[in-house]
């Protein structure tokens, strides 16, 4: 099977890794509120903690999942880690996804996800390489390694495809957290967020960046989604957790330099200076022309109408093209339509 290839029986494979499930074992779901104390939620990150989380660390610190009867905890993602599989297999009850094509692709192989939020409406996503070997075009990346996460292996191939470039005539390797790869001439482009700042600063000023946007794949990125099963179960506290973060990315954006200061705290491993750097280039990416009308977290029918149809002609549905409905609910954005406008 390629290393692309999306399909349940692998999901199921993820999950059962991940958790340890035997068939004795409870699930974990969202745990519910009591007299003594607030109802937990786990979200499990696609990747590892970044400034992606501003708005979530805010809403903690400040207590607004507390006011919500709700205490979240973050749980990190990494080079290893199929977060879809965790939420799917119950270790999580929210996911947060650096890219759209995920959720999609998981539904389209009968994991039972849907997408409630995202985060940003254009992707922050790019390529990035050096002046003396330009990567400025799909085209270009012919007879060139690109290194990519494991969670960038969808995007890649959606965008040869879209761009008419076989996958053979490039070579695909993995890549860590870092840009080491590009920095030693193991490979000609490495890739990451143009947000991330602390992690370009190593490549300086000798860089060329390809915005995956610009290729002609333009997707949602810091997706939100939840499992059938959470939605049908659980209604009040997903909404009390929209509502709680919504609070915390509009805290965020106004109070930019408090929001680094609680973040770094949060993930000591952070820069502060950098993320001070990243904070104003990300906010533009989470609130834009879309969220002044829609809300923070705003997405539409129509954008995941048009990814799905993108990604069913390029024949990345390897066993079922999902639907738009069975693909994401506007359900929870319904729900908090009021506080997330307010701060939209």
């Known amino acids: 099977m390629s290393e692309f290839a999306v399909s349940r029986r692998g999901f199921i494979q993820s999950a059962m890794a991940i ?7 409870t ?23 970044s400034n992606g989380l501003l708005g979530e660390v805010v809403a903690m610190k400040k207590g607004y999942y507390a006011e919500q009867g709700l205490q979240l905890e973050i749980v990190p ?34 994991v039972p996800i849907k997408a409630i939020a995202a985060g940003y409406q254009k992707h922050p996503y790019a390529y990035f390489s050096r002046k003396s070997k330009p990567i400025r075009t799909a085209q ?12 960038g ?39 990451g967020w143009i947000t991330n700042t602390n992690a370009l600063k190593v490549l300086g000023e000798d860089r060329v960046d390809l915005m995956l946007w ?16 959470e939605l049908a179960e659980h209604p009040k506290e ?21 929001a680094v200061n609680l973040l770094v705290e949060a993930f000591p491993n952070l820069d502060k200076a950098s993320e001070m750097e990243a904070i104003g280039p990300l906010m533009k990416f989470a609130f834009n022309e879309t969220t002044k009308t829609g809300g923070w977290g705003a997405m539409t029918k129509e954008n995941w109408s048009a990814q799905i149809k993108s990604y069913a002609d390029l024949g990345q549905f390897k066993e079922k093209v ?17 506080i997330r406008k307010q701060v939209g």
Do not use: C, F
């Not at 119950?90 to 389209?108: C, E, H, K, W, Y």
């Not at 610009?214 to 099963?229: C, P, R, S």
């Not at 997903?238 to 408090?258: F, K, P, S």
């Open 19 to 25: 958790g340890g499930i035997a068939a004795a074992q």
């Open 27 to 49: 699930l974990l779901t969202i745990e519910p509120a009591s007299a003594a104390s607030p109802a937990k939620i786990r979200m499990q990150l696609g990747w590892l903690a």
């Open 77 to 110: 993602g990494g080079p290893n880690v199929d977060g879809v599989a965790g939420v799917a297999s119950g270790q999580a009850s929210i996911g947060q996804i650096s890219s759209s094509p995920s959720v999609m692709l998981a539904r389209g192989a009968g």
């Open 140 to 151: 270009d990346m012919i007879g060139k390694t690109v290194a990519i996460q494991p969670t």
């Open 153 to 191: 292996a969808i995007l890649l191939r959606a965008l040869l495809a879209k761009n008419n470039v076989p996958e053979d005539k490039v070579k695909i390797v993995n890549m860590g957290a870092d840009m080491n790869q590009l920095v030693t001439g193991q490979a000609d482009a490495v890739v």
């Open 214 to 229: 610009d290729t002609g794949i333009q997707l949602y990125a810091n997706v939100y989604y939840t499992t059938d099963k």
């Open 238 to 258: 997903l909404a009390g957790w929209m509502a709680a973060t919504a609070r915390g990315w509009g805290y965020a954006r106004a109070h930019q330099e408090e």
């Open 322 to 338: 999902p639907t738009v409905d069975d693909v994401m609910t506007l359900s929870v954005l319904e729900a908090t339509a009021d």
